[in-house]
T-cell receptor, first 113, second 114 residues
Framework: EPEVTQTPSHQVTQMGQEVILRCVPI?????FYWYRQILGQKVEFLVS????????KSEIFDDQFSVERPDGSNFTLKIRSTKLEDSAMYFC???????????FGPGTRLTVL | AQSVTQPDIHITVSEGASLELRCNYS??????LFWYVQSPGQGLQLLLK??????LVQGIKGFEAEFKRSQSSFNLRKPSVHWSDAAEYFC????????????FGAGTRLAVHP
């Protein structure tokens, strides 16, 4: 069964460093999402992406964040200068259509020291 | 604004007992509703979804949920819980139009006693 994959599973970085989280969505899906879950809190929407552009973003997704689909398979989330409060589990999701089931990857746990 | 409330933070049941996890949503239009399960250290697995039609939906692992528009609820049920059901359960609502970002509830952590 097709699934969303994410790498790395765990990333440790120093405050102020740039990180790139990678996702490979399900191959025939056209809509891509990033969510995050701070430890012990609810899953929060960050951004949705379609047709090579951001379709919606939350207030969390400020200028420090960017997304990109550099090729036909990968979907990345970049945090330019990490802060302690960026420590969280980051989930990538994809869906075939706009209003459709989103399938989630296993997540990348980001730890900012 | 859209919101999802899961009133129970923790629930403990005995193996073999029935289970009901509550979910209430606030959304002005027709919602899409989902239940996801997260085992420790794992991602989010879809249990079931409601888009339209029959208000009682069946999912994987023997779970079902009932959409009640009048109560703005989408409660998850299972008649007989297994120890492997211990996990965190998230209810989520998506917009029926637009790009369908999901709004999640805070989750209910289920513990199962043998």
């Amino acid at each position: 069964e097709p699934e969303v994959t994410q790498t790395p599973s765990h990333q440790v970085t120093q405050m102020g460093q740039e990180v790139i989280l990678r996702c490979v969505p399900i191959s025939n899906h056209l809509y891509f999402y990033w969510y995050r879950q701070i430890l012990g809190q609810k899953v929060e929407f960050l951004v949705s992406f379609y047709n090579n552009e951001i379709s919606e973003k939350s207030e969390i997704f400020d200028d420090q964040f960017s997304v990109e689909r550099p090729d036909g398979s990968n979907f990345t989330l970049k945090i330019r200068s990490t802060k302690l409060e960026d420590s969280a589990m980051y989930f990538c999701a994809s869906s075939e259509q706009a209003a459709d089931t989103q399938y989630f990857g296993p997540g990348t746990r980001l730890t900012v020291l | 604004a859209q919101s999802v409330t899961q009133p129970d933070i923790h629930i403990t049941v005995s193996e073999g007992a029935s289970l009901e996890l509550r979910c209430n949503y606030s959304y002005g239009a027709t919602p899409y509703l989902f239940w996801y399960v997260q085992s420790p250290g794992q991602g989010l697995q879809l249990l079931l979804k409601y888009f339209s039609g029959d208000t009682l939906v069946q999912g994987i692992k023997g779970f079902e949920a009932e959409f009640k528009r009048s109560q703005s609820s989408f409660n998850l049920r299972k008649p007989s819980v297994h120890w492997s059901d211990a996990a965190e359960y998230f209810c989520a609502v998506g917009a029926s139009g637009g790009y369908n970002k999901l709004i999640f509830g805070a989750g209910t952590r289920l513990a199962v006693h043998p």
